[in-house]
Every structure is written in C-alpha cells, then in structure tokens.
C-alpha cells in the first residue's frame, strides 16, 4: 500500500494521527533481519508478557477470534517459537507458551525496532528524547484510558514491556550505562577512602 508522505495535515491533532500513521506502518513491516512478520510478532510479545495462556486467553488478549489465532500458534509451532502444553486447570485443554527460541526471536525483533528508534532520535539531546518519552507515555496514557473497560485487562502488555525492555535495549546504550554505573561505584568508593 502506497501512502503519500507529503500529506499536509490541517489541524495539530491530523499531524499527531498522520505521525502515527506514518511511524506505525513502518514499525509493523519487515525490518531487515526479520523472519516474521508483524502478526507473529504480536504474538509472541503476548505470550513474553503472560507466559502459557490458553488459546482463547491468547486470541482475546490479541482481539481476534479463535481461529485467528490458532493459525498463529499453529505456524509459530511449525516454526518451532512456540509449543503446547497440557493445561494444568483442564485436562482437556492446552496451554501456548514461547520456547527458547521464540522468546529469542521476540527479543530480536524488538532489538532491532528500538535500533530503528534510536537512530531516528540521532542528533537528539537527552532532555528532547525525555521529553518526547514523557508526553509520549501521556498520551498513550490518555488514549488507553479513554479505550480501555474497565474488565480489559491489558495492563498485561505494559508489565510485559516493563520486564523485558532492559534486555532488548541497543547494545551502545546498555555499555553506556554500565560505564556510568562503574565510574559512579569508582566515585562512591573514592570518598569512603
């Protein structure tokens, strides 16, 4: 689908959508190194955030029906990201849980969008990217307030995210902040001598 760049929005609020538009379709296509694309990658990011679900959990905490879904798990499983488990609850039913190698794939996917990110936000000073991650998480903030039940329960993917991003960080910012870690404890153990 081709989608002209040079839209001129009229109002603030159509720039804010158009930037989604723009930045949200190039995050869910392939990146290069991508052996997926970005349904599979949805799932294995709800199954990272909740561990084995059943697969009517996994295709409601995805919004998509069953059978959706099921084809899914059925290719994540041929692919060998994914395996079925009894459940534990129903002898009947099965759990999905991520196996090693799924959990590896998900990781570097999202390694390689925060790349993407990060080099995007090149030339950016500090206070630009925390204020830009500030009114950013305001306003997903305010869109899942306003779209969220009361009985959903996606607060999931944000402890999810929560838990794994340290990991997934770009490799230069994780050495960047061990060094500072480091020349801190140099520092701390400077003035107890």
Not at 95 to 119: D, P, S
Not at 157 to 172: E, N, T, Y
């Amino acid at each position: 689908m081709q989608v002209n760049d040079a839209y001129s929005p009229q109002t603030p609020v159509e720039g804010v959508l158009h930037a989604f538009t723009r930045v949200g379709r190039r995050l869910k296509g392939k990146q290069p190194g991508d052996t997926l694309d970005h349904s599979a990658h949805v799932v294995l990011f709800v199954l990272r955030c909740s561990g084995a679900l059943r697969l009517s959990d996994l295709a409601s905490r995805m919004e998509l029906d069953a059978s959706t879904a099921s084809r899914h798990v059925r290719s994540l499983e041929q692919l060998g990201l994914v395996r079925r488990s009894p459940d534990p609850d129903d002898g009947r039913a099965f759990r999905v849980e991520l196996t090693e190698q799924g959990l590896a794939e998900w990781e570097a996917g999202a390694r390689r969008r925060m790349e993407l990110l990060t080099a995007a936000m090149d030339g950016w000073s500090d206070d630009d990217i925390r204020t830009f991650e500030r009114l950013m998480t305001r306003f997903a903030d305010g869109v899942a307030s306003l779209t969220d039940t009361a009985t959903d329960n996606r607060a999931w993917a944000d402890k999810g995210w929560a838990a794994v991003a340290p990991r997934i960080r770009p490799a230069a910012e994780r050495r960047t902040e061990e060094a500072e870690r480091r020349t801190e404890d140099d520092t701390t153990l400077e003035s107890t001598r």
